[in-house]
């Protein structure tokens, strides 16, 4: 079962200074943008969940 997931969650999910909004860095191909249009639950593959003390935790 896929999990949903959120873009304002995702590690790749950044803000554009120069264009004034967020993007996500990833390059979906044309396949999964159609995918991410169409299903309501759709799970990237790129998701990377942005947890800041992840590399932290990992130090102890």
């Not at 969650?9 to 803000?15: E, G, L, W």
């Not at 200074?17 to 993007?23: A, G, K, P, S």
């Amino acid at each position: 079962m896929a999990t949903m997931t959120s873009c304002e969650s995702c590690a790749n999910y950044v803000y554009d200074e120069e264009e004034d909004y967020y993007e996500c860095e990833m390059n979906l191909d044309e396949d999964e943008m159609a995918r991410f249009l169409s299903e309501p639950y759709f799970a990237c593959p790129y998701y990377q969940c942005d947890d800041e003390y992840k590399i932290v935790r990992k130090q102890l």
